[in-house]
């Protein structure tokens, strides 16, 4: 809201939110996204941790959800 433009954020999920391994390929996934840098691939701006959460921040997307097109095509 700040600087006007949408983020999209995802969360590790708190039952494996202790798990070193499951922390560790949460942010290689950020990392390795960064590096591609494509057009197809999402654009990952930041990510960390905060109060025991662990989070990517990325460019939001419009469009419909996985759901919605599986739905509608079949």
């Known amino acids: ?3 006007g433009r949408k983020c999209a954020i995802k969360l590790l999920n708190p039952d494996v939110s202790t798990d070193e391994e499951a922390v560790s390929r949460f942010f290689t996934e950020a ?6 840098r ?3 691939i999402v ?15 990325m460019e939001y997307l419009e469009g419909e959800t996985l759901a919605k097109r599986l739905q509608r095509m079949g």
């Open 38 to 40: 494509h057009p197809n």
């Open 43 to 57: 654009e990952v701006t930041d990510f960390g941790e905060q109060h025991g959460r662990y989070f990517i921040v």
């Open 1 to 3: 809201v700040v600087i």
């Open 31 to 36: 990392r390795a996204v960064n590096q591609i």
